[in-house]
């Protein structure tokens, strides 16, 4: 399974955009992007997941530079509710055991 | 939206004690996961569950624990004889068919 990298912990202000970068060298072929947030005491939940390029939902953006071997997650105008910690995870769709890292702790600061 | 219940959300229980951790998952789902987070560290997995029988399970997922699908609906974890170090939030959670997992609420389990 690849190995994942995120920062330990990011601060940001209510409003601005938020950038929290994984990286993923030993990515393989059929493996997908995905992240997770989760708040204190509480499961983690689905924000988004990709293969290439450049993916949007309602919340988030995920963006895939052609190596595959980081991929960006980009809040947009953070609110203090976004304070959480978010998960990279790399795997194949077919069944796999998502490994959860440390994640990144985002402080989201008035 | 459809989501995966657990209940209780809270556990007290006496060390040596059996206890039943029970979820309802997404209702199409076929993949089923219980996963454990003590307080301030990872999310660790414990066990998926395909097809009526257990896929795979970790080293935490010991004699002490089992799975259960007792109906169409429900799936359960049983923790036989609890110890201090049991203590924990489980998630239970279900796969859909692009491996996105939907987590529970969960339960926090605590040991006396």
């Known amino acids: 399974l690849a190995k994942t990298t995120q920062p330990i912990s990011m601060d940001s202000y209510e409003g601005q955009e938020v950038n929290i970068t994984c990286s993923h060298n030993n990515i393989a072929t059929n493996d997908y992007i995905t992240w997770y947030q989760q708040f204190p005491s509480q499961g983690p939940r689905f924000i988004i997941q990709g293969y290439k390029t450049k993916v949007t939902n309602e919340v988030a953006s995920l963006f895939i530079p052609a190596d595959r071997k980081s991929s960006t997650l980009s809040l947009p105008r953070v609110s203090l509710s976004d304070t959480a910690v978010y998960y990279c995870l790399v795997g194949p769709l077919r069944s796999y055991i998502p490994t959860f890292g440390r994640g990144t702790s985002l402080i989201v600061h008035p | 939206e459809p989501e995966v219940t657990q209940t209780p959300s809270h556990q007290v229980t006496q060390m040596g004690q059996e206890v039943i951790l029970r979820c309802v998952p997404i209702?199409?789902?076929?993949?089923f996961y219980w996963y454990r987070q003590i307080l301030g560290q990872k999310v660790e997995f414990l066990v998926s569950?395909?097809?009526?029988?257990?896929?795979?399970k970790s080293e935490i997922f010991d004699d002490q624990f089992s799975v259960e699908r007792p109906d169409g609906s429900n799936f359960t974890l049983k923790i036989r004889s609890t110890k201090l170090e049991d203590s924990a939030m489980y998630f239970c959670a279900s796969r859909d068919p692009k491996n996105i997992q939907y987590f529970g609420a969960g339960t926090r389990l605590s040991v006396l």
């Open positions: 209702s199409n789902h076929l993949y």
């Open positions: 569950f395909y097809n009526n029988e257990i896929s795979e």
